[in-house]
């Protein structure tokens, strides 16, 4: 690994698929750095059919960390770590988070193991599955956004809750759009 891929403009990465092309960052940095160094979010980022994995040795978001707006389909992030907030991803600032089709599992960090959204992110998660991170499925901050349907959220380790808020209703059960959260 030479160091994390920094995007600083709008981008488009169509893999051919998780299982076929790997991103590893052999856990010497971050995966990808998604941010122009600006307060605003003004990029457009989307990762297609990925297997986003290593990251590690950094702060927040092992495997991404995202200040733009970022889609990530069909894709997994496994394996990655931080030693804070976000083992897999850690969307911050203004970032915009759109996530579909998608597994996040085996991750790592003090909170939010698998997604981390503080800050003024905002966060939709669809037809995906994270399960199996240390220090929590998703982390989402007390005033931010965030909207989740059709998803598993299950057997995440942590001691502090998944969401802090969500909407529609808490996640205690399936209140949360038809997902599932153990």
């Given at each position: 690994?030479?160091?994390?891929?920094?995007?600083?403009?709008?981008?488009?990465?169509?893999?051919?698929?998780?299982?076929?092309?790997?991103?590893?960052?052999?856990?010497?940095?971050?995966?990808?750095?998604?941010?122009?160094?600006k307060d605003k979010t003004t990029q457009n980022v989307n990762l297609n059919g990925l297997?986003?994995?290593?990251?590690?040795?950094?702060?927040?978001?092992?495997g991404i960390y995202n200040q733009e707006y970022l889609g990530i389909s069909n894709t997994t992030l496994n394996d990655n770590a931080s030693d804070d907030y976000g083992g897999a991803i850690s969307n911050r600032g203004t970032g915009t988070l759109a996530i579909?089709?998608?597994?996040?599992?085996?991750?790592y960090s003090t909170t939010g193991g698998g997604i981390d959204n503080s800050d003024s992110g905002v966060l939709s998660l669809y037809n995906s599955t994270i399960s199996n991170n240390f220090g929590g499925g998703v982390?989402?901050?007390?005033?931010?956004?965030?909207?989740?349907?059709?998803?598993?959220?299950?057997?995440?380790?942590?001691?502090?809750?998944?969401?802090?808020?969500?909407?529609?209703?808490?996640?205690?059960?399936?209140?949360?759009?038809?997902?599932?959260?153990?």
């Open positions: 690994s030479l160091g994390e891929l920094l995007i600083e403009k709008s981008l488009t990465i169509d893999g051919l698929g998780a299982n076929n092309l790997t991103i590893d960052a052999n856990e010497k940095s971050r995966v990808f750095n998604i941010d122009d160094g297997n986003i994995t290593g990251g590690g040795n950094v702060t927040n978001g092992g579909t089709n998608t597994t996040i599992a085996n991750n982390f989402n901050a007390s005033d931010n956004d965030a909207s989740v349907g059709s998803s598993i959220i299950a057997y995440n380790t942590s001691s502090e809750v998944i969401f802090t808020t969500v909407t529609p209703g808490s996640n205690t059960d399936d209140d949360v759009i038809g997902t599932k959260a153990f």
